[in-house]
C-alpha cells in the first residue's frame, strides 16, 4: 500500500509530482519580466522644450522646441511634426507642424480637445534625412 | 429507480422559440466535437499577440494592441454579444484552451474546498480588478495590460492545474462572474428541448460525461463541469455555454433557446448548482457588486473624482491614492449599497407588509438591480468601443510595419470612430433600458412578496432604481478626464 503525507488534507507526494510543472510555469513568467526589460537609447540630439499657456488646459497649446546635437549646437532645416494623444485608447489624436523662427528654434500649435492626460509625439526629419522620435506627457489637462 | 424531473423555468409560458443549434450550418458546427477549441484558437492567437505587443511594442497605449483591443475592443465586444446573444465569450476563452492542452498532461485530483463552494472570492478579486485598474490607470499601460493577460493565465492553470472540474470559472474568474451576471439579461439561454425526454434518460449524459461503452470509467464527452444538470438548470448563471453538455446529450435534447432577457429574475425556483437565488447571498451580493461597479468604474474616467480624491486626500492627510481610493470604493461598494438596499427593504417590509426578515428582502430585491449594472457597463464599454471602433486597423498596420514590412501601409492614425454626439443617445438608451428592466423587475418581484400592497413595496425599490439610473446619466454626461496622474493640487 503507498502511504501519502497528508498536512491538512495535502497530498505532498502529488505536489511533489507536480511541482516540477508549476516551476516550469513560474520560470517562463519570470523569464518572461526579466527578459523584456525596457532600455532606451541614448538621444544624439537634444531637445528642449516650453508649452503654454500654464498650466495647460483644453484648447490650443504653443509649443516652443529647441533642437541642437551632441556639442551643443542649433539644428536648422529639420522638420518637426506633431502629435497629441490621449493616455487612454480610443481617442482622435491630434496633429500640428511647426516652423522654424530661429537657427535651432522650432514653433507649433496643438489643439487639446479633453482634459485628461496626453502624450505629444515629436516626428522629427533631421537635415540629413534621419528621423528621431520624442515624447513629451502633458498630465492633468485641466477642463 | 426514475427521478422526477421538474423544469424549473416551465412557469413563464414559451411559444415559438428560437434555437440556435436547429439554424443549419452553425448546429453542425456547434455539435462538433472540436466547435469549441476552433473558437479559441483564433481568440488564443490574438490574446499572445497582445501580450507580445504590451511587453514588447510602444508604450503609448493608443498605439499598442494589447491596451487597444484589451480596453475598446474586447470589452465592448463583450457586453455587446452577452446583450444579443449570451455568454459566447466563455464559450471561445483562450485560457480554457491552455487549461485544456495542460490538462492533457496531468490531472488534478482535488475538489474545491469546500468552504470556497461560493461566489466570495471571485467578487473580492472582481473588486481587486475594478480596485487595481483605478489605482495603476491599466488603459494606460500596455506593459501592466499584458502581465494582466499573463497573469490571468498563470492564475487557471495553477487553480486548475490543482482542482478537478472547472473550479477557476465557477468559483475564482472574475470575467467569468461578469459574464454570468450580465448573461442574466441575455436573449438566449441553453436549455432543454423536450423534459419528457430527460424524464426518460437513463444515462444522465449531460452532467456525468459520455463514457466508453465498455469502460465507465472512461469519459469520451465531458459533461457538465459546473455542476448544471440540464434538467434542473435554469438560466445562465454559472453557464459558460461550453456546449459539453449539447455534445454529451445522446438525444440531441440540449438546444442554445431564446427566452425573455431577464426572465429568470422573476421566479426563484431551485436551480441546479446554485440552488435559490434568494438564499445565496453570495450572488446578490455580486449583483451589488456587478451594478454599483458599473458605476465607480465610469466614475474613475470622469472629472469630479478629481475633485473627490483632492479633497478626500486633503482630509484624510495622505498623499498616496491608493487610501483615497479605497475609501472611494468603500464609500460605492459598501456604504451606499447598505443604505440603499437596506433603506429600501426596510420600507417594503414596514409599508408593503411583507413578511421576509430585513436581510433576504434585501437579498432577493438585489438581483433585479441586475439590468441597470449592465445599462451601465454597456453604455460605458459601448462609448469606447464605438468611439475607438476603427483603432484597431492603425494600430494593427503599426504592429505589422514594426516586423519590417509595411504590408498594410501607413497606419491611419486619424481613424478612430463614431463621433461623440452619435454615441450619447446609444449609451442613453442603454441605460433607459436597464431602468425598465430593473422597474418591471422589481414590479414583480414585490407582486410576489406583497400581494395586498405590491404598489408599496415597489415604491421604494423604484426610488433605489431611479437614484442608480440618474446618477449613471449624471456620470455620462460628465467631461471625461482620464488621468494617469493623482493630482494633489
Known amino acids: 500500500m503507498q502511504i501519502r503525507s497528508l498536512v491538512g488534507g495535502w497530498d505532498l507526494h502529488l505536489l511533489a509530482e507536480r511541482s516540477s510543472f508549476f516551476l516550469l510555469l513560474a520560470s517562463v513568467v519570470v523569464l518572461l519580466g526579466v527578459g523584456c526589460e525596457r532600455r532606451q537609447s541614448s538621444p544624439e540630439i537634444i531637445i528642449t522644450h516650453e508649452i503654454k499657456p500654464k498650466p495647460l488646459r483644453v484648447g490650443p497649446a504653443e509649443i516652443a522646441l529647441t533642437l541642437a546635437d551632441a556639442g551643443s ?30 537657427p535651432g528654434h522650432y514653433q507649433g500649435k496643438v489643439s487639446l480637445t ?3 492626460d496626453w502624450v505629444l509625439l515629436l516626428h522629427i526629419t533631421l537635415p540629413n534625412g534621419q528621423t528621431v522620435e520624442r515624447q513629451i506627457e502633458l498630465n492633468g489637462i485641466e477642463q | 429507480m426514475s427521478t422526477e424531473l421538474h423544469a424549473p423555468h416551465l412557469e413563464l409560458e414559451e411559444v415559438h422559440e428560437f434555437d440556435l443549434l436547429r439554424v443549419r450550418g452553425i448546429s453542425k458546427l456547434l455539435h462538433w466535437r472540436h466547435a469549441r477549441t476552433v473558437l479559441q484558437i483564433p481568440l488564443l492567437f490574438v490574446s499572445l499577440v497582445m501580450v507580445l505587443d504590451g511587453l514588447f511594442g510602444p508604450r503609448l497605449a493608443p498605439k499598442n494592441m494589447a491596451t487597444t483591443f484589451t480596453w475598446l475592443h474586447f470589452r465592448g465586444l463583450l457586453v455587446l454579444v452577452i446583450l444579443g446573444a449570451g455568454n459566447f465569450f466563455c464559450l471561445a476563452c483562450p485560457f480554457m484552451l491552455v487549461r485544456n492542452i495542460a490538462r492533457r498532461l496531468y490531472q488534478p485530483r482535488w475538489n474545491w474546498p469546500r468552504k470556497l463552494r461560493n461566489k466570495w472570492l471571485s467578487i473580492v478579486l472582481f473588486v481587486a480588478v475594478l480596485f487595481v485598474y483605478e489605482l495603476f490607470h491599466l488603459w494606460s499601460s500596455p506593459w501592466w495590460t499584458a502581465w494582466l493577460i499573463v497573469g490571468y493565465f498563470a492564475a487557471i492553470l495553477v487553480v486548475d492545474g490543482l482542482f478537478k472540474h472547472a473550479s477557476f470559472c465557477k468559483f475564482v474568474c472574475p470575467l467569468g462572474q461578469f459574464n454570468f451576471a450580465a448573461s442574466l439579461l441575455s436573449p438566449l439561454e441553453i436549455r432543454v428541448r423536450d423534459q419528457a425526454v430527460c424524464h426518460s434518460c437513463d444515462t444522465k449524459d449531460c452532467i456525468r460525461g459520455r463514457r466508453e461503452p465498455k469502460s465507465d470509467l472512461v469519459v469520451i464527452q465531458r459533461g457538465c463541469e459546473l455542476a448544471l444538470f440540464q434538467p434542473l438548470k435554469a438560466g445562465n448563471m454559472d453557464c459558460t455555454f461550453c456546449l459539453d453538455c449539447v455534445q454529451a446529450c445522446p438525444h440531441d435534447n440540449v438546444g442554445i433557446r431564446s427566452r425573455m432577457p431577464a426572465s429568470e429574475l422573476m421566479t426563484d425556483p431551485a436551480r441546479s448548482g446554485i440552488g435559490l437565488f434568494s438564499r445565496r447571498k453570495d450572488l446578490a451580493a455580486l449583483m451589488i457588486v456587478f451594478t454599483f461597479g458599473a458605476l465607480v468604474n465610469a466614475f474613475g474616467m470622469v472629472s469630479p473624482i478629481y475633485v473627490v480624491e483632492r479633497w478626500l486626500s486633503a482630509l484624510m492627510h495622505v498623499t498616496q491614492r491608493a487610501p483615497v481610493l479605497g475609501v472611494i470604493f468603500v464609500f460605492f461598494l459598501i456604504v451606499e449599497p447598505f443604505v440603499l438596499l437596506g433603506g429600501a427593504a426596510w420600507m417594503t417590509r414596514i409599508f408593503g407588509g411583507s413578511r421576509r426578515p430585513l436581510v433576504p428582502t434585501a437579498v432577493r430585491y438585489s438581483y433585479a438591480l441586475a439590468p441597470l449594472g449592465f445599462g451601465m457597463w454597456l453604455a460605458h464599454y459601448g462609448f469606447h468601443f464605438f468611439t475607438g471602433l476603427l483603432t484597431f486597423i492603425p494600430v494593427t498596420q503599426s504592429a505589422v510595419a514594426r516586423l519590417g514590412r509595411n504590408l498594410l501601409g501607413n497606419p491611419l492614425w486619424t481613424w478612430t470612430g463614431i463621433p461623440v454626439r452619435f454615441v450619447q443617445p446609444i449609451e442613453l438608451g442603454f441605460i433607459g433600458l436597464g431602468f425598465a428592466g430593473s422597474l418591471l423587475l422589481t414590479h414583480r ?3 410576489d412578496d406583497c400581494a395586498q400592497h405590491p404598489m408599496r413595496a415597489f415604491i421604494p425599490w423604484a426610488a433605489v432604481c431611479l437614484l442608480i439610473c440618474l446618477a449613471s446619466v449624471w456620470l455620462m454626461y460628465q467631461p471625461m478626464e482620464m488621468r494617469a496622474t493623482f493630482m494633489m493640487s
Open chain 2, 445 to 447: 418581484l414585490a407582486e
Open chain 1, 73 to 102: 549646437r542649433p539644428i536648422s532645416r529639420a522638420h518637426i511634426a506633431l502629435e497629441a494623444d490621449m493616455a487612454h485608447p480610443g481617442m482622435a489624436p491630434v496633429f500640428g507642424e511647426t516652423r522654424e523662427t530661429a
Open chain 1, 114 to 116: 479633453m482634459g485628461g
